[in-house]
């Protein structure tokens, strides 16, 4: 895995120090998670570097605030006649 070094805030440092994950998962986990919210990762990416089954990374995005379905309302408007229409039925 390719290596980044960045200057922390001493302060910051200090309260990451008292945690029981080391620095570096930290960051990286906060990283991902900020990058699954702004929709630059899927679930599935974002899952995946965290090493978590999906189901428990949309339980803790839950927790976390984050929405699971960010369709606008055309959008999700157009999945739900496609899921209706795979059963052959007419959706409005």
């Given amino acids: 895995m390719p290596t980044v070094s960045i200057e922390l805030d001493p ?5 990451l120090a008292q945690r029981s994950q080391p620095i570096d998962a930290e960051i990286q986990e906060a990283l991902v998670w900020d990058m699954y919210r702004r929709t630059e990762l899927s679930s599935g990416q974002a899952a995946g570097i965290l090493g978590m089954e999906r189901l428990a990374f949309h339980r803790r995005d839950s927790e976390m605030g984050i ?3 960010r369709y606008g309302e ?3 408007l157009l999945e739900i006649e496609a899921g209706f229409s795979a059963f052959g039925v007419t959706f409005l």
């Fill in 11 to 15: 302060s910051l440092t200090r309260v």
């Fill in 67 to 69: 929405p699971y379905i």
């Fill in 74 to 76: 055309d959008e999700l």
